[in-house]
């Protein structure tokens, strides 16, 4: 199918390590890329390809890649870092642009 | 520094045309996909549509009927025309610009739009 899906929410604690997931069969074919979205703002760009961040995204994120899943993660979560993240890719036929249905991210 | 920045009508009533434009200032209109993404009051994200620099396009399936986007490189800039609209169709509108990897099978939004919100109503 083409579709993407992530988990609709995410609890992490102060300054501990935090994974969002994103599954579909097109991410066999694409890597995932991923944004980070806060209220009344645009979604900006935290991860892309393999593992690559804009200038700009703190190392503390990072991607990483197991069979139809990706995976995003938060070493040492910030407060900051609350927010809802989505997944993008293509469909397997790189046609469709595909979002995840997002994940709302909660620092305690 | 590139900018995108959406321009169009906040109120449309029912069964009009929703049109909106995305002006590309900082960097020519001649490469990369350029995308229609909307959000709807409390909802993620949904893609509606691309133009590729070149002037082809592909669109949401459930909006294809409905939907037409075009581009004008020479005054930088794409449009949207959202035909029919209902209430369903109120949501902000973001225009994006979406590159494709080099030599890495990869897709991504590196730059958006601050968005539009379009509220469909009489």
């Known amino acids: 199918s083409s579709e993407l899906t992530q988990d609709p929410a995410v609890s992490v604690a102060l300054g501990q390590t935090v994974t969002i997931t994103c599954q579909g069969n097109?991410?066999?074919?694409?890597?995932a890329s991923w944004y980070r979205q806060k209220p009344g703002q645009a979604p900006v760009l935290v991860i892309f390809?393999?593992?690559s961040r804009p200038s700009g995204i703190p190392d503390r994120f990072s991607g990483s890649y197991s069979g139809y899943t990706a995976s995003l993660t938060i070493a040492g979560a910030q407060a900051e870092d609350e927010a809802d993240y989505y997944c993008?890719?293509?469909?397997?036929?790189?046609?469709?642009?595909?979002f995840g249905g997002g994940t709302t991210l909660t620092v305690l | 520094q590139v900018q995108l920045q959406e321009s169009g009508p906040r109120l449309v009533k029912p069964s009009e045309t929703l049109s909106l434009t995305c002006n590309v200032s900082?960097?020519?209109?001649?490469?990369?996909?350029w995308n229609w993404i909307r959000q709807s009051p409390g909802k993620g994200l949904e893609w509606i549509g691309y133009?590729?620099?070149?002037?082809?396009?592909d669109y949401n399936p459930s909006l294809r009927s409905r939907v037409t986007i075009s581009i004008d490189t020479s005054k930088r800039h794409f449009s949207l025309n959202l035909k029919s609209v209902t209430a369903a169709d109120t949501a902000v509108y973001y225009c994006?610009?979406?590159?494709?990897?080099?030599?890495?099978?990869?897709?991504?939004?590196?730059?958006w739009g601050r968005g539009n919100l379009v509220t469909v109503s009489s």
């Open positions: 994006a610009r979406e590159k494709r990897g080099v030599n890495l099978p990869t897709w991504y939004f590196d730059l």
């Open positions: 900082g960097d020519s209109i001649s490469s990369d996909y």
């Open positions: 133009i590729y620099y070149r002037g082809t396009t």
């Open positions: 097109s991410l066999r074919t694409y890597y």
């Open positions: 390809g393999q593992n």
């Open positions: 993008h890719s293509r469909d397997g036929s790189g046609s469709y642009v595909l």
